[in-house]
């Protein structure tokens, strides 16, 4: 946690807006994706399911093939404590969506699953999306299924165990990569190992995002790793999660942006 708060003093001393921007790309990104928030009708169905999330009751037994919870450990644990300390927030959700839209993706790849909800962020953001979601644990994934066939999203695919035994062949069967939200391990050696399975299928269009880059000296370490990966030229760090795009035509450069990731 001390790793934590020295992180969060340092991007907020660093973090810069629009002014001061001198790429053409990120100075449009920031101004007209990242920074243009609105609430629309369209999440109200969303969020009405995390209400119910945040109020159930229901028991899960938890199986967990990552880091871990900073805050619950337990192996029993029920479904609104899932929601309230696992779930990513609706703003992070509605960023995803506008990214999405703005840069016309197809195939997504969300590693972690959780309750569905930004999944759910994911599938809505435009026609023809193809959302391949990955959960290690089967109770908290049948969840996610009933909150997906509760709106009607059809055009998510839910895949149930460990990623290190799922991921490689799911990759295999997609045609690229467009959107990755990386969420489903908090550790080093996972993390770069996702990474570099999913980059087989990344193209010069793609988006990878990683979440809790600062979660730990292990994340901020993978998150090192990735910056200075040959395929990577423009990095983006939100405090809350690290944009990664590939566009051979941009100057390999690293921006850390404000961006009120807390409310």
Known sequence: ??????????????????????????????????????????????????????????????????????VNRAPLREVRDVAQHSKKSARLGRLF??????????????????????????????????????EGCPQTARVAQQNFDELGAQNIQIVVGNLDETLASEVAQVPRLDFVFFDANHRYEPTVRYFETCLAKAHNDSLFVFDDIHWSAEMEAAWAYIQTHPSVSVTIDLWAVGLVFFRQQQPKQDFILRWPFWR
């Open 1 to 70: 946690m001390a790793l934590n708060i020295k992180s969060l003093f340092r991007y907020f001393w660093t973090a810069q807006n629009e002014h001061g921007l001198h790429s053409p790309f990120v100075f449009d990104l920031y101004l007209n994706t990242l920074k243009k928030d609105v609430q629309t009708p369209e999440y109200e169905p969303i969020e009405r399911v995390r209400a119910t999330m945040l109020n159930s009751r229901q028991t899960l037994q938890i199986t967990d093939y990552g880091a871990g919870s900073h």
């Open 97 to 134: 969506h506008r990214l999405i839209r703005a840069f016309g993706y197809d195939y997504v790849f969300d590693l972690g699953t959780s309750l569905g909800l930004t999944t759910l962020y994911l599938s809505t953001a435009r026609a023809g999306i193809h959302v391949t979601t990955f």
